[in-house]
């Protein structure tokens, strides 16, 4: 699976949209993009993924970038509960773990 | 469903004793998985299992180490004999292999002293 790199951490205040990069310019035609987060001493959770197109759910949105080298996670409107460890995760062999980096962790204030 | 179980919650436990931790997977997942968190390394995968075989286990740490899958409800990991190294989160996570996204257990926190 393709390496992606993300921002140790970033800060985000409360009701205003949370932009979270990721670079995974190795990414090859068949590997999807996933996003997860893990909410301190809780297990990750699934947030969204994509292969090409942008995609859009209730907790967030994913804008890939046209190369698919790299893409975004809007949280539109971040709340306290946002904060969180978010894990960026090229993926594309079914039937294979999900491998997990460090992340960036977010912090959102009031 | 209520997702995926994993026991117990917090295990303390002395060097030398043997831990087994346990995970029940949602119904209907087939790939279950194993993963261990520490503030150092991170979340690691330790091993997982396709229709309860074994796929691979090259994160599991040593020998001391062993997961099991007897059926497709339910599997254990065991750490014999524990080390004070061996304190972390175990994380259990299934998913079906039609599928890419994992859920992820509750988690449990080990403590070898």
């Known amino acids: 699976d393709a390496k992606t790199t993300q921002p140790p951490s970033m800060d985000c205040a409360e009701g205003r949209a949370a932009n979270l990069p990721c670079n995974h310019s190795?990414?090859?035609?068949?590997?999807?993009v996933y996003w997860y987060r893990q909410i301190h001493s809780q297990g990750p959770q699934y947030i969204i993924h994509?292969?090409?197109n942008n995609e859009t759910n209730e907790m967030a949105s994913l804008i890939i970038t046209e190369d698919r080298k790299s893409s975004t996670l809007i949280l539109p409107h971040a709340t306290l509960r946002d904060t969180a460890v978010y894990y960026c995760?090229?993926?594309?062999?079914?039937?294979?773990?999900?491998?997990f980096g460090k992340g960036t962790t977010l912090s959102v204030s009031s | 469903d209520a997702g995926v179980i994993q026991s117990p919650r917090h295990e303390v436990t002395e060097m030398g004793q043997e831990v087994t931790l346990r995970c029940k997977p949602i119904?209907?997942?087939?790939?279950l998985f194993w993963y261990r968190q520490t503030m150092m390394r991170g979340l690691e995968l330790l091993i997982y299992?396709?229709?309860?075989?074994?796929?691979?286990d090259s994160g599991m740490p040593e020998d001391r180490f062993s997961a099991k899958m007897p059926n497709a409800s339910f599997s254990t990991l065991k750490i014999q004999p524990s080390e004070p190294r061996d304190s972390a989160v175990y994380f259990c996570?299934?998913?079906?292999?039609?599928?890419?996204?994992?859920?992820f257990g509750p988690g449990t926190r080990l403590t070898v002293t």
């Open positions: 996570a299934s998913r079906w292999t039609g599928a890419y996204e994992q859920y």
């Open positions: 190795t990414i090859s035609g068949n590997e999807y």
């Open positions: 994509g292969l090409k």
């Open positions: 995760i090229a993926y594309g062999q079914a039937g294979t773990a999900l491998i």
């Open positions: 119904s209907g997942h087939n790939s």
């Open positions: 299992f396709n229709n309860n075989v074994p796929i691979d």
